[in-house]
């Protein structure tokens, strides 16, 4: 079937359909917080209409910043992290070859700043002395300190290779409109920008040139992705009924679940191909609902790999989590199983059988599985991996996951926790202005 399905089957022992169903009032309610943008941070609803939103004449910049950069580059990086990062790799990783970097044509895409290893930063450079490359630097507030320190690293050796000149026009920023760091930097050196609208949070901001004009440089069709995200959006607003809506159905199932002590969603792939889809999640509904002391935890597994090593606790351990299984119906290739006339493995039995249908037998089987374990497990699912799916889902899971912040009375769209570790590494590595905090830390650590 050529939708979006949210299926509760395998999840209705554990919280039953009259629980499910108990939410809609309140979750219409959200629905109506969203769409008058009267709930709590109602600042950051930008990403609602966003893909109704976006112009012809926005697509066609973003379009041709990625045919310039693809043209003279061999290696475009692209530095963030968080919303910054994971919604432009999601995608790429989603839609792309598995074994496009042996691929010799085609511009590549590398991420920076999404860590401070220095192993993986000194590698990079090295890589980078022998590719012609370009780079496309990326953070809303600008001060974020890993993207940071990624991009002077990356900066100062893009000068010493082409000049000054021919690096400014190599680097793009993508930041606020007028605050913060990057945005004084890139005006400073005279860097094209893009913006990442005020009301749109990082988390969801995969719709703006964030994750547009990497996906786009990777050399995949926005525009396909913004229908897709469009259609998702008619789909799973306010006037969709409770019932029909797939974002109000996934909602209010997770809630339920967690009102019956399942704390813990693990979001299940079949398919490498997704593995940052759920990393993209982890961080939108982690982001999102984790507040207050109140919140499901956003795990993730890849299987049929992860079986092999969290399936035994998935299985046998403590019974405070679901599952969410993520699959896509159709693969994009072809591959059966050959027969083998000595069958020393005993596979003959599904000689001729396609991978992806040993691949779904392995799905139904192990729901059936974790079932009898006492795992719930919700069942969402794509026709296709392709730019239109991919852009309807990521849309679909961003309305889910503002439906169910209003769902626990949190704001979905702050995070004020994160700022907890950034001032003790601040004060450790002695910023001015934290030196008390810093003399404080080195004693609780005995440092
Ligand atoms: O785009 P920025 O401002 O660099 O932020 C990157 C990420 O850091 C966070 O602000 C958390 O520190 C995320 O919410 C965000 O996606």
Not at 352 to 373: C, F, P, Q, W
Request: charged share 25%; net charge negative; proline share 4%.
């Amino acid at each position: 079937m050529s939708k979006l399905e949210v299926k509760l089957n395998n999840m209705l022992q554990f919280a039953s359909e009259q629980e499910v169903m108990s939410y809609r009032e309140k979750i219409n309610l959200c629905q109506k917080q969203i769409e008058e943008k009267s709930g709590k941070g109602n600042d950051f609803l930008g990403w609602v209409n966003l893909p109704a939103e976006i112009t012809e004449e926005q697509l066609k910049s973003v379009e041709k910043v990625a045919a310039e950069l693809r043209g003279k580059s061999e290696i475009v990086v692209v530095v963030g992290i968080g919303g910054s990062y994971l919604g432009a790799k999601a995608v790429i990783e989603a839609l792309g070859n598995s074994f496009s970097m042996l691929n010799d044509n085609g511009t590549k895409v590398l991420f920076a700043g999404n860590s401070i290893c220095e192993d993986y930063h000194a590698e990079l450079l090295k890589v980078l002395d022998k590719h012609s490359y370009s780079i496309v630097v990326i953070s809303k507030s600008g001060t974020t300190t890993e993207p940071a320190i990624a991009f002077r690293l990356l900066k100062q050796h893009l000068e010493s290779k082409v000049g000054k000149s021919e690096a400014a026009s190599r680097i793009v920023a993508i930041t606020d409109q007028s605050k913060g760091a990057l945005r004084k930097l890139a005006d400073t050196e005279g860097y094209r920008t893009f913006i990442i609208p005020d009301d749109v949070g990082g988390r969801y901001s995969v719709l703006t040139p964030v994750g547009l004009l990497p996906i786009a440089i990777a050399g995949f069709d926005i525009r396909k992705m913004v229908e897709g995200a469009r259609k998702a959006m008619s789909d799973t607003a306010a006037n969709v009924p409770f019932e029909q809506n797939p974002a109000c159905q996934y909602a209010a199932a997770r809630n339920a679940l967690y009102a019956k002590g399942k704390k813990v969603e693990i979001m299940v792939n079949y398919t490498p191909k997704l593995h940052y889809v759920t990393e993209w999640w982890k961080q939108l509904y982690g982001e999102s609902e984790g507040k207050e002391n109140k919140g499901i935890f956003p795990a993730g597994v890849d299987f049929t790999t992860d079986l092999h090593s969290m399936g035994q606790y998935i299985q046998e351990g403590e019974r405070f989590i679901f599952e969410t299984v993520l699959s896509v119906s159709n693969s994009s290739n072809k591959l059966t199983i050959p027969e083998d006339p000595d069958n020393l493995d005993q596979l003959n039995y599904i000689a001729g059988k396609r991978l992806s249908e040993v691949n779904h037998m392995a799905k139904l089987g192990t729901i059936v599985a974790h079932n009898d374990g006492g795992v719930p497990n919700i069942q969402i699912s794509i026709p296709e991996l392709s730019e239109y799916w991919i852009g309807y889902l990521l849309y679909f899971f961003e309305r889910a996951c503002a439906i169910s912040g209003y769902t626990i009375d949190v704001n979905p769209f702050d995070q004020p926790g994160v700022e907890a570790y950034k001032k003790n590494m601040f004060a450790l590595l002695g910023k001015p202005g934290f030196e008390e905090q810093g003399a404080e830390l080195r004693k609780r650590l005995g440092i």
